[in-house]
């Protein structure tokens, strides 16, 4: 695991509670593709009903979505596209871990400095929105959640044990107990 995920206690319990939300979204997303690199083909491919796709292909727009709401909450464009005119250009597990590794902290970055009332301008289709930037961030969450619940279903399907990703979970990284006495 990268150790920019993963902070001493004094550091992570300094974060405003925004930024910790997406430290634990980074933290969750790269567990699981952790979880994923050890899978074979087969197994990437496997899918159920009632989630969005194959399990690659659903890691795959997790960090795309990622990558692009970035995007649209700082007006630059990616480094790396997932997307080209034919539609979704699968990548690795690793490569994808990197993504998601940089699009984490991007996002925590503007987590850190999100004001209240603060908008972005998205177009589309010949339309212009005013978003506020509160709205990207809460997609952001709730999006990588549903799916990562989704893969971590197919995962069981499969026989195998999903990580955990639960906040308990992360806060055990962080959160030493205390003995009483």
């Not at 405003?16 to 050890?38: E, G, T």
Request: proline share 6%; charged share 15%; aromatic share 6%.
């Amino acid at each position: 695991m990268d150790t920019q995920a993963h902070l001493p206690l004094n550091q992570a319990a300094a974060d405003p509670p925004l930024v910790m939300l997406f430290r634990h979204n980074l933290w969750a997303n790269l567990r699981l593709l952790d979880a994923c690199a050890a899978l074979d083909e087969e197994q990437l491919a496997a899918t159920i009903p009632g989630t969005y796709n194959t399990i690659h292909k659903t890691l795959n727009h997790i960090v795309w979505s990622e990558e692009q709401y970035l995007s649209d909450l700082t007006g630059r464009e990616p480094e790396s596209r997932l997307w080209s005119a034919g539609g979704p250009v699968l990548v690795d597990v690793a490569r994808l871990r990197a993504m998601a590794q940089q699009n984490g902290q991007g996002l925590m970055d503007v987590a850190a400095g999100a004001a209240a009332g603060e908008v972005v301008i998205l177009e589309g289709d010949g339309l212009r929105w005013h978003t506020p930037v509160g709205l990207i961030l809460t997609q952001a969450i709730n999006h990588a959640t549903e799916h990562r619940a989704q893969i971590m279903v197919i995962l069981t399907q499969l026989g195998l044990e999903p990580p955990d990703v639960s906040g308990w979970a992360f806060s055990q990284e962080f959160v030493r107990p205390i003995s009483i006495e």
